[in-house]
């Protein structure tokens, strides 16, 4: 079981180096993006080069609210009350903002006028994500008179802007990417099932151990089991949840 969740999270980690790199990358044009899970934190650090000397430097949000003002040699005010209590900007020009909401979602735009007057902004976009809920299994058994049995497993979550992966005995299962899964069992055979359900700030995973059901039903042929009520007894389920902040 550690072995699995190691290589599920070793799997995310993966996962998070691609999209650092692909936001690391994006720096060329004057847009970066940022993803926060709620109650969290993040750093947005401007890549635009802010000079020794600057007259003031501006943060809004959305391209209208007055988040922050730092004048040189001043100390920064923050003049928005629904942001004052969230932010902490630091002295290499990186701001931190806490206790993240989904509605801080949107553009985070820093405004440098130097000490010509002369204005340069960068926008950094903030996506904030609820992690990802444990999700519920459930499955149906349709089994054939031939020795085959069909299942259909189903993994349910409350949660929207949620992708699907599943694995049949640790191997990825190529090109299900929906919340259920069709397949096809010999009689008596053994298999685990597992759906992982991520979001880019979280992943949870069922499982679904499926073992001798099969065969009990085979007198009820070609009739859809509904099998829910069993559910508790045969499905061993356990997520993870990982907090990623500062990986920008
Ligand atoms: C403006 O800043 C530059 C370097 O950032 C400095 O060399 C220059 O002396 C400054 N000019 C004024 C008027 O402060
Ligand atoms: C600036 O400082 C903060 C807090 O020490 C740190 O988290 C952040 O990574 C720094 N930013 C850069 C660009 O080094
Ligand atoms: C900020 O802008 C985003 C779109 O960029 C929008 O979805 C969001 O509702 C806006 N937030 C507020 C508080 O206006
Ligand atoms: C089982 O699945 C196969 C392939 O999808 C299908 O042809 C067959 O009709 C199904 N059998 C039952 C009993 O649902
Ligand atoms: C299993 O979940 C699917 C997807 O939410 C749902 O359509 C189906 O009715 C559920 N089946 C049972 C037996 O609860």
Avoid at 204 to 224: M, Q, R
């Amino acid at each position: 079981m550690l072995g699995k969740m190691a290589a599920a999270v070793a799997t995310f980690a993966c996962l998070v180096m691609l999209s650092s790199l692909q936001a690391y990358e994006a720096t060329a044009v004057p847009h970066s993006q940022v993803n926060g899970i709620v109650r969290g934190t993040v750093y947005l650090n401007p890549k635009l080069s802010v000079p020794q000397q600057y007259k003031q430097i501006i943060w809004r949000f959305n391209n209208s609210l007055k988040i922050l003002t730092k004048k040189w040699n001043q100390p920064v005010s923050y003049p928005s009350g629904s942001f004052q209590n969230k932010l902490h900007y630091h002295e290499n020009h990186t701001l931190e903002i806490n206790q993240l909401q989904k509605q801080d979602s949107g553009i985070f735009q820093i405004q440098v006028e130097d000490n010509l007057s002369k204005k340069t902004n960068e926008d950094i976009q903030l996506d904030v994500y609820e992690p990802v809920p444990k999700p519920r299994m459930n499955f149906t058994i349709r089994a054939n008179k031939d020795g085959w049995c069909n299942v259909t497993l189903a993994c349910i979550v409350d949660a929207t802007q949620v992708t699907y992966h599943w694995r049949k005995n640790e191997k990825d299962l190529v090109g299900e990417n929906s919340n259920t899964l069709d397949d096809q069992l010999k009689l008596e055979s053994d298999a685990s099932y597992k759906c992982i359900i991520s979001n880019p700030v979280s992943e949870e995973t069922g499982f679904i151990h499926y073992g001798s059901l099969c065969k009990k039903d085979e007198k009820n042929s070609a009739v859809p089991v509904s099998l829910a009520r069993k559910t508790a007894d045969s499905i061993l389920a356990f997520g993870f949840l990982l907090l990623v902040h500062n990986w920008v």
